[in-house]
């Protein structure tokens, strides 16, 4: 009779796939860059762009969701697909493309913290009288922050994934609620669908800087090493991702 050790028990669940997955949809690029993108194209050019948005990701997420169903795959996530379905010398190629994007990645999303609380940094500044951090210095210390979090095991990361999707949910629910507060409700008829800045960026700018909001339906298949059984729990949490993501 065998013993499981406490390193090889799972520690994620499907929960945890489909988590994954809406706290980087709904991040860094959606609320940084969707307004500018807004502004410049236009609401009615916007729907399209995430309408063919959601076209891509969501074939790419059900596509996925197939292949790991379809195969067995223990850790490495995209990559452990990537090389079982095309062999090694093509998923060494592929994967070597995916690392680099992914460590862009992590400059991208620090930046994007550093951006975002450089606000509250600013007022707390003037409040207690100290100089305000520069972005890159807040950006570095989650960096670090998030590297210690890390070597504490992926059973601490995984507790902080959920009131991440709470806070998440709460902004954006405060937009619709922020609304209806300053202007006692809209309708329709009062929406102008065209209306943009002038001389804006054109409609495929607008889509390639936002485009990044929409790649993150598949962020959970990293989480494939350490599920119970990744052949379900994976289609389950990606697809449901990305459903909740376009509705």
Known sequence: MTSQTSSQVPKFTRYSVL?????TIFGAAMFLLFGAALGNVGLLNMIVIIVLGHLITGAVAYT????????RIGGGGEYAMIKRTHGVHIGASIGLALFVAQTISITFYSMAIGIGLTPLFQWL???IGLPCP????IALFFVAAVFIVNTRGGDVTVKFLIPILAVIVLTIISFFVGVLVDTGGFSLAEIDFTARIPESMTFWAAFAIVFPAFTGNTMGIGLSGELADPQTEIPWGTKLATLLSFV
């Open 64 to 71: 996925t969701s197939e292949l790991a169903s379809n195969k």
């Open 134 to 137: 520069e972005v890159t210095h």
């Open 19 to 23: 988590y994954q997955a809406l706290g």
């Open 125 to 127: 500044s003037q409040s």
